[in-house]
């Protein structure tokens, strides 16, 4: 898609911002996170400060989409798995045109097609809805194949959490896809080695997960979740593996609430909801940040 030439507006109103490239989008993205999260009350603001730079990184260049033409049929695919975290993708496909910025003040409201976790009904761009975890990678898989059987070139990504990855069908997935040579497949594991009640080590650990994957027979990339060059590399050695015959994934390592001082790597903020002193805290050190 290219750079964003197009002049947008950050939570909801006040002055335009220029989205040029994934560090601001990245911004946006937090910003109008946590203003959703306030005016519905909703959870979850931990997990989408987390992924904030792997959606704006996608969204700045590297999805082959259109937000003109939001279903033309050679467009890449992206699959949040991680549906609890859909506010980012929101704030993203607002921010990029495809739909108005100030619908994001409807999300979680009654008779909003902006849902609590991302959904595909009525909302261009989004292509499935997901939240129940586990599900997503097989999802990607299958829609993989179908562009391999069909002899299309567009590219199918899969963004999942770590603790997800707990989930034995994300395992079988990750099978399927090799044994079908799903090279055109790129999953991106959000690392922030937190999940709902406590750390994934506490729970069930992954480590080695590097190993893990190679064994079930992916390439595998880890990079700095939050560093959008270093992200940008990783998906472009993940499109350079089409034809190997692998899929490809690359463990973004992150941090729970990165952005925010007190919700960092706090397993509180996956769940609370950021209202008085807490919103105005959190919200006067994104302001600090403000590109």
């Known amino acids: ?24 989008l990245a911004w946006l993205i937090r910003r109008n996170g946590l ?66 910025v100030e619908e994001l003040s409807t999300h979680y409201g009654n008779g909003s097609r902006l849902s609590g976790h991302v959904s595909h009904k009525g909302v261009p761009g989004v292509e499935v809805s997901t939240g129940s975890l586990g599900h997503g990678l097989a999802v990607g898989a299958g829609m993989a194949l179908g562009a391999k059987m069909d002899g299309a070139a567009w590219r199918t990504v899969v963004v999942l959490g770590d603790g997800e990855c707990d989930e034995g069908a994300v395992w079988e997935s990750a099978l399927h896809a090799a044994q079908f040579q799903l090279d055109r497949l790129t999953a991106v594991i959000d690392y922030n080695h937190m999940q ?66 007190f919700m960092e790597n706090q397993i509180l903020w996956h769940y609370r909801t950021p209202q008085g002193e807490e919103y105005e805290a959190a919200l006067k050190e994104l302001e600090a940040q403000r590109p």
């Not at 699959?79 to 495809?98: D, P, R």
């Open 35 to 100: 203003e959703m999260a306030r005016i519905s009350r909703g959870s979850h603001i931990g997990s989408v400060f987390s992924v904030a730079e792997i959606i704006a990184t996608l969204y700045s260049g590297v999805l082959n989409v259109d937000p003109r033409d939001p279903r033309k049929p050679d467009r890449d695919r992206l699959i949040l798995s991680k549906g609890h975290a859909g506010s980012a993708v929101y704030a993203a496909l607002a921010e990029t045109g495809f739909f108005p």
């Open 196 to 261: 709902s009640l406590d750390f994934v080590q506490n729970t069930l650990a992954l480590e080695p997960f590097e190993d893990k994957w190679r064994a079930f027979g992916w390439h595998v990339r880890s990079c700095d979740g939050h560093d959008t060059e270093a992200l940008r590399e990783a998906f472009d050695w993940a499109w350079g593996n089409a034809g190997s015959g692998k899929p490809s994934v690359i463990l973004a390592h992150t941090v729970k609430g990165k952005g925010v001082s």
């Open 1 to 24: 898609m290219g750079s964003y030439e197009a002049l947008v507006h950050s939570a909801f109103e006040g002055n335009p911002i220029p989205v040029r490239d994934a560090k601001t």
